[in-house]
């Protein structure tokens, strides 16, 4: 049961396009909410990070959005370049400082 | 500092053999978790520890042990592996903070399992 899905599976974008991710999950409880990069041969990296009683959060030109009613967030990337073409993952923590993750977004950003 | 760093890289089992995943951290992290890659499907847990000689399982243990005898390395043990433990498994680790400030988790540069 996947409790945080992701969306879309892949994106493609034009370099100084704006990316955007979308994330939706099911569990109330859930009280942090993280971007995760991940460059193929590596592992996950954090990115970007926010709590719920903080509707969006900007880090260079990385930006969450979050709706806690509708129970989403999202990761927008301005002015995309083609060094964030990797693989960004959402995730969700819950109890036991678990993390649920989404199933993941290729970014592909052509020059 | 190496951060979190696992072993093997890579490795190719047989049905039915066994093998142990070593993770180690210097960061002196009281939490540490298994997680498997699969395409499609982001990374799901396996176990997890939150301090030295704790385990506690995850959303799929099924197949897999661990073992936390020191703080500073989690052990991840496949008894018979099965093809569909072919996987990439990543090691994180995190420090305890207190409340719900910003909590990093530090990952691994994973081990590529293939089982035939």
């Known amino acids: 049961q996947q409790q945080v899905k992701q969306s879309p599976q892949s994106l493609i974008v034009q370099k100084g396009g704006i990316s955007i991710i979308n994330c939706a999950y099911e569990?109330?409880?859930?009280?942090?909410f993280p971007w995760y990069q991940q460059f193929p041969g590596k592992g996950p990296a954090l990115l970007i990070a926010?709590?719920?009683?903080?509707s969006e959060k900007k880090e260079g030109r990385f930006t969450i959005s979050f709706n806690k009613s509708a129970k989403q967030f999202s990761l927008h990337i301005m002015d995309s370049q083609p060094g964030d073409s990797a693989t960004y993952f959402c995730?969700?923590?819950?109890?036991?400082?678990?993390?649920?993750f989404g199933s993941g977004t290729q970014l592909t950003v052509l020059p | 500092n190496a951060g979190v760093t696992q072993t093997p890289k890579f490795r190719v089992l047989k049905t039915g053999q066994s093998m142990t995943l070593l993770c180690a951290q210097d960061m002196n992290h009281e939490y540490m978790y298994w997680y498997r890659q699969d395409p499609g499907m982001g990374l799901r847990l396996i176990h997890y520890s939150v301090g030295e000689g704790t385990t506690a399982k995850g959303e799929v243990p099924d197949g897999y042990n661990v073992s936390r005898l020191k703080k500073q390395n989690f052990l991840l043990g496949l008894e018979s592996a099965a093809p569909s433990q072919t996987s990439v498994y990543f090691c994180a680790s995190s420090p305890n903070l207190p409340g719900q400030g910003r909590h990093e988790q530090y990952f691994g540069p994973g081990t590529r399992l293939t089982v035939t």
């Open positions: 926010i709590r719920p009683d903080v």
């Open positions: 995730a969700a923590r819950g109890s036991a400082r678990q993390l649920t």
């Open positions: 569990n109330t409880a859930f009280d942090y």
